[in-house]
Each structure stands twice: as C-alpha cells, then as structure tokens.
C-alpha cells in the first residue's frame, strides 16, 4: 500500500512539474535508450515491468534481475534502416546471500558516412559508433525488489570522442497473488567525462519511466502500460508557423487545437501499451503501440503502420528465439532478434 502512494505521489509532482521545452537533439548518447530485448521492441520499445525477465529487461530495469536469470546468457542483434547495425550481450548469476549481479556490453554502428565540405561537396567518408559496457545488482526485499546499474558509455563520430559515466536505479512491487506488477526505474543519470567539444557539455539521456502490467485469470493474455519520460511534461511540438491549403491555393495559419485536446495528447504521448498472449509454456506473441512515435514519424499522407510493433517467441530446447519489429516510419523499421539460454542447462 505504501508503495502505491509513492508511486501516485510522484506521477502528481512529475506532471505538476511541467517542463516547456522537446528532449529532441538535446541529449547524448541515445542509443543507451534501444531496446535491449526483443520483447521491449514488440512491446511499444518499453518493458520494465514483466515477469519470467530475460537479462535484456534487466538491462532498462535492474531491479527486473532476480535469482532465476543465474547464469542467464542474452545475445541480441538488431537491424535499422540505412544499414545501422546495434547489438547487445547481457550475462547473470546469482550469488547466494549476496545478491544477482549481471554484465552487459552494448554497440551501435552507423557505418559509412559521407563527409562533405559546408557547401554540400563529398570529401571522403567518416564513420561513427556507439558503446556502453557495465554491470547491475539487484536485492530483493519482501514483495519488493530494487536495483542498480554502473555503466560506461563511449561514443566516436569522425574524430570526435565522448566519454561517461551514468546509473540506472529501478524498483519494481509485485503481487504473485494478482499477478500484477508496478516499477519506476531512473535512467541514465550521470555525466560525461570527455566532451565532444571541450567548451560543450552536451547532457546524458536522462529519463523516468513508470511501469504496470496485468496477466489476465482467466486467458492467457498480459498487459502492459508503460510511461516514459516522465521528467518532462511537453512531448508535444506546436509548430506556430504551420500552414495549410486553400479551396483558392492559398495557404492559412493552422489553429491550434483546444487545450483541453493537447493536454489528452500530452498524456498519451508519454504512454505506450503492449499485450503478450501465451500459448502454453514455448510460445508467445507480442504487440505494442508507442503513440509519440506515431506522431512524431508518421507521414501525414500515408501513416502506415508507424508507431506500431509486434512480435513472437518461441522455446526450442535450450534457447529462447524472439523476434520483434517496430514499426518507426513507411521507409523503414527496426528487426530485433533475441536469443536467451542458461549455461546451467548444459550441464
């Protein structure tokens, strides 16, 4: 119970709160916020509250890490547009009396780019890549279970280097009897040491997240409902100068909607929902749907099926193959594969 009114206190001061201005090109080092599991990708790329966690979940949300991923080996590789390639491994185990402890190493790779002169003119090709490795630790306590993650993060475009230090700190209060769960993880916090530019000190991808998800009695179905960004109120850009056309040809202003209208699309902006349906024990199917991405990417003449993702995973012996896609725009989606296994078993 106490935990339900802190986790209602802060979404009342977080939206009290409200920031005025985008995250959009603020921030360094956005990759650490890629989903690194599968499901998190067919899920809306949010999933930090959930049961049976891989290491990958862990990974977003420590305190997800529990003793059951002991010696749990995740190896994930996902597909962007443009030939960007991303990859993450993840290892766990669990030390008795101590706590689970986990390992993770993350990369994108952006491949070949143009450099070109201020005019526009090619000269030669630069390439740009990010990493991160690092380690989390989680306790439980009664229905409680808290975490945290150190991590290093190095990023290289041209010549240009950056290098930083940040945490994860996450918490999650599960009822086995309902079969729900809620969490709130603190993401990224930290600095970098090393700058792109010594005078410019660009700010780490800093987030709150906030969790819950519901596995149904009486069909095999779990829901999610996830909150990102929940240190800034405004998602949403209003764009003053936006014109539209004429019966005549001409172009007028655009009224903005009512505030009522932006507020509710405020909200939702910060929501993302998911579903899992189970079929037995080796085989899963997943969906989601990220509304900001939808309206930040969508193309207003053909949305397609922006904003959405979906997935399945199924059990082959000793391995757990997921697969998931999220949908980001019509010219192209992100493909992640995840395959899970535990050392243990092959003993």
């Known amino acids: 119970m106490r935990f339900r009114l802190i986790y209602f206190f802060f979404i009342f001061v977080l939206i009290s709160e409200s920031a005025y201005s985008q995250i959009g090109g603020q921030r360094s080092n956005a990759f650490l916020n890629l989903s690194t599991s599968a499901r998190a990708t067919w899920s809306g790329g949010y999933l930090i509250a959930t049961e049976q966690s891989d290491i990958g979940l862990s990974w977003h949300n420590p305190a997800l890490l529990t003793n059951e991923n002991h010696q749990d080996l995740s190896v994930n590789s996902a597909f962007f547009p443009s030939g960007i390639q991303w990859g993450f491994v993840g290892y766990g185990h669990h030390f008795e009396d101590k706590g689970v402890f986990q390992g993770g190493i993350q990369f994108l790779n952006y491949g ?126 209003d764009d003053p100068f936006a014109t539209e056309g004429t019966f005549f040809g001409s172009d007028t202003v655009v009224s903005q909607p009512p ?56 059990r082959i012996n000793r391995f757990q193959i997921y697969y998931g896609r999220g949908q980001y725009h019509i010219a192209g989606a992100a493909n992640h594969i995840s395959i899970t296994t535990n050392i243990n078993e092959f003993r």
């Open 112 to 237: 070949t780019i143009d450099r070109t002169t201020p005019d526009g003119e090619k000269s030669g090709t630069a390439s740009a890549i990010d990493m991160s490795m690092g380690a989390g630790y989680s306790m439980p306590f009664e229905k409680y279970n808290f975490g945290a993650n150190l991590k290093l993060v190095y990023s290289q475009i041209e010549n240009y280097t950056s290098f930083g230090v940040l945490a994860d700190f996450g918490a999650t209060y599960e009822d086995t009897a309902g079969m729900w769960m809620v969490s709130a993880v603190f993401k990224n916090i930290g600095a970098n040491i090393i700058n792109y530019s010594p005078n410019e000190a660009i700010p780490m991808p800093f987030e709150i997240q906030m969790g819950f998800t519901k596995r149904l009695e009486h069909l095999p179905f779990r829901l999610h409902v996830m909150a990102h960004n929940l240190q800034n109120w405004r998602l949403r850009y």
């Open 259 to 314: 505030l009522i209208e932006r507020a509710a699309d405020e909200l939702i902006r910060h929501l993302v929902f998911g579903g899992e349906f189970y079929f037995g024990q080796s085989f899963r199917v997943g969906f989601g749907y990220n509304h900001q991405r939808r309206k930040e990417l969508a193309v207003s003449t053909r949305k397609g099926l922006a904003g959405f993702s979906f997935g399945a995973g199924v």
